[in-house]
């Protein structure tokens, strides 16, 4: 019953006009149950003396999302692979050979399975709202458009286009998807079914059923790379490009190429299908579309939490205070109002507070450059900014977070002075990213507001946001700043207040191993190249060390050695960075020469700096690899199991997929370890503890995960 209201045709006049509204779900999506009704309804039209449909959604922000994941996520054979893409593809064409035009009437997201049925339509109209986002973001779960994506935006968008949507999974806007000609017109969202009818009863008067246009290229060179001649060149190109930013780790995206490449132009639709289905079927259920499908879910429940056990919601954040207008300070301030919340910064000096203005409005500006937004979009953000010298403002804020320097008796001071400007509930988070929340709280009259909100540099685009939650932290402060990460676009995970708290207790010791590693003649490009190239990592850990800052590098691992003990070892050559003059990108030097801040080639005077001969590179790319990582899995297994510093294996591989960049087809860190065996690990571990020290030594937990053979998830 709930299946055929959520699908149901209301006549106007000439036009079938099949409403869509997922009954009990909150976004529509391409469900075998749907699928099969969507199915029924089209037989019936074929029958009927209607001249054309409409489709449309009445969820408000989705047109159709995709397929169900749930459903992709229970196949398991290649059999059942096949039956669920053939099925998909059935309606598809079913919608395109049906008697009369349809046209699909968008606003909301139209994403995947949503977008196909949208291309098999005649024609589409799309809402000009900005959450109107149409594409197939497919190829981020490691799959590819099974029906018939591949073979059908080609055809409207032209190769190029499609490459571009299906090879990014991107979700173009409705202008950009105009302009392309994914839609065929544009119209405010309050009209679109009205204007979506009277399309309809255009194309019905002008006598024409269905469409016939095929893609037109614009342009002499966009004629040429459309052609037959052309097309082997931008085949070439995106080969090119897709090795160069993937590694060839996403083979989903070669899939999809392919596909493309051999079904474009082709007149046998079923033979066009078929090659699409065989692609899906080569990557759907392996490892790494399991992995990354499993990420979408571990993202989705972030959407469903609020941070604590109970269904404590915590404030609303409408007005934010940073204190610091720093690089942190600064970014803090930014993606909060990008998302609405008014941001009042206090500095201890105006040139800072101006500093703070000048890269918001930077980023804005780049975006206005972008066309991503309009200038009278920048003027309102930057309204939601003010700063000051003094606590103006500060009784009106519900969240106020730290981020001047790191030093904790200055830290105290201003926590006990700007408390005293602040409404009673208000909650006050730090950004501090190695001294101890718990010793902070102690300066907060109310230590059960107090937290930690711990955000990555660059703020803008590093993803991750850190919750300590102290001792004493209340759930309401806890969901509170939960909440507000989410609200600012970010992704959070609940941490306990631990030295380095989650991200950087394990990443610390890893940028230590590389230091190792050059110590004993590696070379910068070879080790960094090991990780980027072969392990996925964005970067590699000396273009890290250098982004983070030497220094700081240096000031964490003593930190980190004091609260560790023999966990940690010093590698000689951090020491002898300090005494140099490298401080990495911040200052154009460090291990790789800077050029207007970006990244160059190794700087080869590094290893004479640092007392070291010509690299020789002795070591193999397995051990390199293993004792980064393993070193890290070890210290996971301790901060997971013994010190439950993060509440889940789940959360731990969230927090360094969105933390460090790690790679995301790999699953996390810990499903990862998984793959690699526990026994493995701590066998490899104990040879590493006996060639190179202690550091490696196998923490507890990890051995009893080998003895029993259990896994982490
Ligand atoms: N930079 C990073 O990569 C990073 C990452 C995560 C967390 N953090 C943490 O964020 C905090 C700030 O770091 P940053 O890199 O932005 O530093 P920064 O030096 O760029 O900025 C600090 C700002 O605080 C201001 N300030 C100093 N004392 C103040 C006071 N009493 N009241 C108000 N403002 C005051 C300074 O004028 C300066 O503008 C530190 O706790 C740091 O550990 C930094």
């Known amino acids: 019953m709930s299946i055929q209201e959520s699908l149901k045709v209301t006549p106007k006049g000439d036009v079938a006009l099949i409403e869509w509204d997922h009954i009990g779900e909150s976004a529509n999506k391409m469900s075998t149950p749907i699928m099969a009704r969507l199915k029924e309804i089209l037989e019936e039209l074929n029958d009927s003396s209607f001249k054309a449909a409409v489709i449309i959604s009445r969820k408000k922000k989705i047109f159709i999302a995709g397929a169900d994941i749930n459903e992709i996520k229970s196949l398991k054979t290649k059999e059942d692979f096949a039956g669920a893409v053939s099925g998909g593809q059935e309606i598809m064409n079913f919608v395109e050979d049906l008697k009369i035009p349809v046209i699909a009437a968008i606003h909301g997201a139209c994403a995947g399975g949503g977008c196909e049925l949208s291309l098999a339509c005649d024609y589409r109209i799309a809402s000009d709202a900005s959450e109107t986002k149409i594409g197939l973001p497919e190829t981020k779960l490691g799959i590819i458009p099974g029906f018939g994506g591949c073979v059908r935006l080609p055809r409207v968008v032209g190769v190029q286009g499609a490459l571009d949507i299906i090879l990014a999974g991107k979700m173009v806007p409705a202008k950009k998807a105009f302009k392309m000609g994914l839609v065929d017109k544009m119209v405010h969202p309050a009209i679109l079914e009205e204007q979506a009818l009277k399309f309809a009863n255009g194309v019905i008067a002008k006598g024409s059923k269905k469409r016939k246009k095929q893609h037109a290229p614009q342009g002499l060179m966009n004629k040429f790379l459309e052609s037959g001649l052309g097309r082997p060149v931008v085949f070439s190109q995106a080969k090119k490009m897709t090795m160069k930013k993937s590694h060839g780790h996403y083979p989903a995206l070669l899939v999809a190429l392919n596909v493309i490449k051999k079904t474009a132009g082709m007149s046998n639709r079923s033979k066009a299908m078929d090659i699409e289905k065989q692609g899906f079927c080569e990557v759907a259920g392996g490892e790494i579309s399991k992995n990354l499908i499993n990420l979408f879910f571990m993202m989705e429940d972030v959407k ?60 804005w500006d780049k975006k206005v450059k972008k066309r991503r937004m309009t200038k009278y979009e920048l003027t309102e953000k930057m309204g939601h900014i003010s ?41 006050f988070a730090t950004n501090t990213s190695s001294l101890s929340v718990t010793e902070m709280a102690t300066a907060h009259p109310k230590p059960e507001n107090f937290l930690g909100m711990h955000f990555f540099s660059p703020v803008h685009m590093m993803p991750l946001v850190e919750v300590i939650r102290g001792p004493q932290t209340s759930d309401k402060a806890t969901a509170t700043v939960y909440n507000l990460s989410k609200k600012m676009g970010k992704i959070p995970v609940v941490v306990k207040d631990a030295p380095g708290f989650l991200v950087n207790r394990l990443l610390v010791p890893y940028m230590m191993e590389a230091a190792f590693f050059l110590q004993e003649g590696a070379s910068i490009e070879k080790v960094d190249k090991i ?44 020491l002898k960075l300090e005494q140099t003059d490298r401080l990495g990108q911040k200052n154009g030097k460090g291990f790789y020469n800077y050029e207007n801040g970006r990244k160059k080639d190794v700087d080869q005077s590094v290893y004479t700096d640092l007392g070291l001969g010509s690299p020789s ?24 199991l013994e010190e439950h510093v993060v509440g889940s294996a789940e959360d731990l591989d969230l927090a360094m997929i969105m933390g460090t960049g790690f790679p995301p087809f790999r699953g996390g860190l810990l499903r990862w370890a998984d793959k690699e065996g526990s026994e493995k690990i701590v066998d490899d571990l104990e040879v590493f503890a006996s060639k190179y020290g202690p550091r490696f030594k196998p923490t507890t937990p990890l051995r009893n995960m080998a003895k029993t053979q259990r896994t982490f998830h």
Request: hydrophobic content about 45%; glycine content about 12%.
């Open 304 to 363: 469903k939490r609020n941070g604590v056990d109970g269904d404590e919601k915590g404030l609303e954040v409408s007005h934010l205070g940073v204190l610091g207008a720093g690089t942190m300070g600064g970014g803090i301030a930014y993606v909060a109002a990008d998302k609405g919340i008014f941001v009042r910064l206090k500095d201890i000096s105006t040139d800072s507070i101006a500093k703070g203005f000048e890269a918001a409005r930077k980023i």
């Open 617 to 640: 590179d002795p070591l193999s790319e397995e051990d390199i690899i293993g004792r980064a990582m393993y070193n890290m899995v070890n210290e996971a297994a301790l901060v997971l």
């Open 531 to 574: 990780f980027v190239k072969k392990f996925g990592m964005p970067m590699g850990p000396f273009a890290l060390m250098d982004s983070v800052g030497l220094d700081v590098c240096v000031k964490v691992s003593k930190i980190f050695k004091e609260s560790l003990g023999e966990r940690i070892e010093l590698p000689e050559m951090l």
């Open 387 to 427: 700063g000051g010298l003094d606590y103006a403002g500060f009784k009106q804020l519900d969240v106020v977070v730290e981020a001047i320097v790191e030093n904790m008796d200055i830290k105290k001071k201003v926590i006990a002075e700007t408390y005293e400007n602040l409404k009673d509930d208000c909650v």
